[in-house]
């Protein structure tokens, strides 16, 4: 963070007249009762990122001017990423349409959503983005997003068990991607493996509109028993104050308010002393050090330091309890001795979490620490407030003297809350006008061929092996499926074979045309790719990426996205447990399209009934859940062959996507289905390439009569899976579709004999020319050695 010290020393005390008064001397740090003295002493609130009735406030809030580490406490606090100033007023939304769930233990406003899977077990997950860091230094500032998230869920009291990482970054072949991706992908496959956490599942998506600012939002999921919920809350005066891991020091400074909280500009490489930097092994023990304190019952309270650093931790918990704290800033250790106070509190420094220890268990958690090679230190104290109905205050002392002196809820709750302007982008009309159904399309067999090969090597739709092969995948042993199937599943209990699974989508593209209905289809792909593996879903998490609030049409867009994400939550019955905005996705005043990440958690009761996407077994029936239309506006063919953004996306059914859930869980677990594929981006086609290249086994299927061969092959309509029913069960699936009143069409069979797609009438592809250009993109993109050379 780039200051200047809010009281410069200036010479000493000297008379410039006869009846002049002295001027003022001050050594040393910016005090309060230095601030008393000088109430009209000048401040860098602006480039703080404080407005003028921001500061204003403060100094109401204070009854003087702040000191220079208040100031910059404020600054954090009320800064965008960490106050939602902007978001809040829409967030609402969440709670109040929120239907009833009696698995939540807890949601909103918490580190991270916990649910209860059963009666022993919870769960706990959360997505959150970790952008403009990984933009500035890509590998630090992935990895350190990994860390960020797994922390969330320690606080919360679970096990981390695994991470996913949706992605997004500019045109797959801008040489910005190739500077961006290599280290982005390290950075998250290296700090993941490190923590022996598996990498289960994620997106890949490139488009321009992220160039100069791509997306890195990760996943952390954990467990836990459900009597070992932690709590932030710094109950208890007299409690201590510990603050726990790495050593605290530069890095990082600033990263809320200066990285997270604005739009890149040409200055942004300037930014990198604002990127965290991370230290797996640490985090590992950190980990370890924690899941021993919870077992043990040896701590109060427990709050992880991630973004705002010790600002955030220190107010939070004092907050949340209304109580107050004494904590002296000198007992902070440091890996560099020179820091000021304010960078103290400003930094960053990953592999930290604060403890509130009753005094008799302090000797104990030492001690455990001491274990495992983690630093623990007291700081301070808990204060009560100083009268009853008063809440208590935050006392901060660097060299025997006070530098800051605030309420502690003035900080979390009362920071300012925007209404901002919102207006319909001015394009939206013409843009939707422009469909693409009416683009030019292909119409003979060997152009519906050709088609289908040029879609597979696109850059959206092609393997993903290079980047999923760099993460560890099945460490721990409790994998059971992995990207690149439908959602991950992961088990809990080997005695029951209780598991959950997890998947996260989004579709930029879909929110540009219609932002309502582009949150509820990446909310309505999540769902159907966790009801598509078998497990039922339960609940969700989300990851809102959006331009500046202050652009009116960023605000429309977000306002839009957020009603339709909980108006859909709402519909399907699953509550939305907490998430992430991130704003200032853009690069000048070029916003990125509208993405709202969608993560949603499934259970299911045994995950031997798990159903993988690859279809496997000779003579298996292959059937088409759900009805065709010719929706093609904002689909993968138009973008690809016609580079072509406009019309309306797919119409979103969500009761039908309930009936599809219901369908495909109660036929996986009675045994009904050997594989099953969700339909997304690039229609039936897509998933049957993905379907046979996962096992390397052909199929042979028949178009429906009634449909344009392009348009069953090619359209994205929603609500749709393709299933494989094994010989002897056609039966009775037919009968369970009946009953649900869900459409199903035979297409064909799986025929490993003949090791090719075909589609009669149409074309046949032999698997290993589908290979070839499905799975050759992204090596030749990014596997050359110059690029190679950036991740070493």
């Known amino acids: 963070m780039s200051t200047t010290p809010a009281a410069a020393p200036i010479d000493p005390i000297q008379s410039a007249g006869p009846e002049d008064p002295p001027l003022r001397y001050h050594e040393g740090p910016d005090t309060v009762s230095w601030a008393l003295q000088t109430p009209e002493e000048d401040q860098p609130y602006a480039q703080l990122g404080l407005q003028d009735d921001e500061y204003g406030r403060i100094r109401q809030i204070l009854g003087r001017r702040p000191t220079q580490s208040e100031l910059a406490m404020y600054s954090i606090m009320w800064s965008e990423h960490c106050s939602y100033k902007s978001s809040k007023v829409h967030l609402r939304q969440f709670a109040e349409k929120a239907p009833p769930s009696d698995r939540l233990l807890a949601g909103m406003g918490e580190n991270a959503g916990v649910v209860k899977v059963s009666d022993e077990l919870a769960v706990t997950f959360k997505v959150e983005s970790h952008n403009h860091p990984s933009f500035v230094e890509p590998y630090q500032g992935a990895a350190t997003g990994?860390?960020?998230?797994?922390?969330?869920?320690?606080?919360?009291?679970?096990?981390?068990?695994?991470?996913?990482?949706?992605?997004?970054?500019?045109?797959?072949?801008?040489?910005?991607?190739?500077?961006?991706?290599?280290?982005?992908?390290?950075?998250?496959?290296?700090?993941?493996?490190?923590?022996?956490?598996?990498?289960?599942?994620?997106?890949?998506?490139?488009?321009?509109?992220?160039?100069?600012?791509?997306?890195?939002?990760?996943?952390?999921?954990?467990?836990?028993?459900?009597?070992?919920?932690?709590?932030?809350?710094?109950?208890?005066?007299?409690?201590?104050?510990?603050?726990?891991?790495?050593?605290?020091?530069?890095?990082?400074?600033?990263?809320?308010?200066?990285?997270?909280?604005?739009?890149?500009?040409?200055?942004?490489?300037?930014?990198?002393?604002?990127?965290?930097?991370?230290?797996?092994?640490?985090?590992?023990?950190?980990?370890?050090?924690?899941?021993?304190?919870?077992?043990?019952?040896?701590?109060?309270?427990?709050?992880?330091?991630?973004?705002?650093?010790?600002?955030?931790?220190?107010?939070?918990?004092?907050?949340?309890?209304?109580?107050?704290?004494?904590?002296?800033?000198?007992?902070?250790?440091?890996?560099?001795?020179?820091?000021?106070?304010?960078?103290?509190?400003?930094?960053?420094?990953?592999?930290?979490?604060?403890?509130?220890?009753?005094?008799?268990?302090?000797?104990?958690?030492?001690?455990?620490?001491?274990?495992?090679?983690?630093?623990?230190?007291?700081?301070?104290?808990?204060?009560?407030?100083?009268?009853?109905?008063?809440?208590?205050?935050?006392i901060i002392t660097w060299g025997g003297e006070t530098i800051v002196d605030v309420p502690p809820g003035s900080l979390v709750d009362d920071g300012p809350v925007y209404h901002r302007p919102m207006r319909e982008p001015g394009d939206l009309i013409l843009l939707q006008a422009d469909r693409a159904e009416t683009l030019p399309r292909p119409k003979t067999p060997e152009e519906l061929r050709e088609t289908l090969l040029r879609l597979a090597a696109s850059s959206n739709l092609c393997d993903k092996t290079w980047v999923v092969e760099q993460y560890d995948r099945y460490v721990q042993g409790n994998t059971v499926l992995a990207q690149p199937e439908d959602s991950g599943v992961l088990r809990l209990d080997d005695r029951t074979g209780l598991g959950i699974a997890l998947a996260t989508d989004g579709n930029g593209r879909y929110a540009r045309l219609d932002p309502y209905a582009g949150a509820k289809l990446a909310l309505a792909e999540a769902y159907r790719n966790v009801a598509t593996t078998g497990a039922i879903p339960v609940a969700v998490t989300n990851c809102l990426n959006f331009g500046s609030p202050e652009d009116p049409m960023v605000m429309w867009q977000f306002a839009e996205a957020v009603r339709g994400l909980a108006d859909g939550c709402a519909e399907l019955g699953i509550p939305v447990t907490g998430g992430n905005v991130s704003f200032y996705n853009s690069t000048g005043a070029a916003a990125i399209n509208p993405t709202p990440v969608v993560g949603v958690l499934g259970v299911i009761g045994d995950v031997a009934n798990r159903v993988p996407m690859g279809v496997r077994n000779d003579g298996d029936v292959i059937i088409l859940l759900g009805e065709t239309g010719e929706e093609l506006s904002g689909s993968e063919w138009a973008w690809v062959t016609h580079d072509h953004l406009g019309g309306r996306p797919p119409k979103v059914n969500l009761v039908r996507e309930r009936i599809l859930a219901n369908v495909l869980t109660s036929a996986a677990k009675s045994g009904h289905l050997s594989a099953a594929h969700d339909l997304s981006e690039g229609g039936l086609v897509q998933t049957l390439v993905e379907t046979c290249m996962r096992n390397d086994v052909g199929v042979t299927i028949a178009l429906p009569d009634e449909l344009d061969p392009f348009v069953a092959l090619f359209a994205e309509t929603t609500a749709r899976a393709l299933v494989a029913v094994p010989r002897g069960h056609e039966k009775a699936f037919a009968a369970l579709c009946r009953e649900h009143g869900l459409p199903s069409t035979v297409l064909g069979v799986v025929d490993s004999q003949q090791r090719a797609l075909e589609i009669r009438g149409q074309f046949i592809i032999p698997l290993e020319e589908l290979r070839e250009a499905w799975s050759g993109t992204l090596p030749a993109l990014f596997a050359a050695p110059a690029v190679r050379g950036l991740v070493d």
């Open 146 to 394: 990994v860390g960020g998230i797994v922390r969330d869920i320690l606080a919360m009291g679970a096990r981390p068990i695994a991470v996913m990482d949706p992605l997004r970054f500019g045109a797959a072949d801008h040489p910005d991607t190739a500077r961006v991706l290599p280290g982005i992908v390290g950075g998250i496959g290296g700090y993941g493996n490190c923590l022996g956490l598996p990498n289960v599942g994620g997106e890949l998506v490139f488009d321009p509109c992220y160039q100069g600012n791509p997306l890195v939002n990760a996943l952390c999921v954990g467990v836990m028993p459900v009597d070992r919920l932690q709590r932030k809350e710094a109950d208890g005066p007299g409690n201590v104050v510990v603050l726990m891991g790495a050593k605290t020091g530069r890095d990082g400074i600033g990263g809320v308010s200066v990285l997270a909280s604005a739009t890149f500009d040409d200055a942004s490489e300037q930014r990198r002393p604002s990127v965290q930097v991370g230290d797996p092994f640490m985090e590992k023990l950190l980990i370890e050090a924690c899941l021993e304190l919870y077992d043990r019952e040896l701590i109060v309270g427990v709050q992880d330091l991630g973004g705002a650093g010790l600002t955030c931790a220190l107010t939070e918990t004092s907050a949340a309890a209304g109580m107050g704290m004494l904590v002296d800033l000198n007992a902070v250790p440091l890996r560099e001795p020179s820091m000021e106070p304010h960078e103290v509190l400003a930094s960053e420094s990953q592999e930290r979490m604060l403890l509130i220890v009753a005094p008799d268990q302090l000797a104990s958690v030492l001690t455990v620490a001491k274990k495992w090679g983690v630093i623990a230190t007291p700081i301070g104290q808990v204060t009560p407030p100083a009268a009853e109905g008063k809440n208590g205050r935050l």
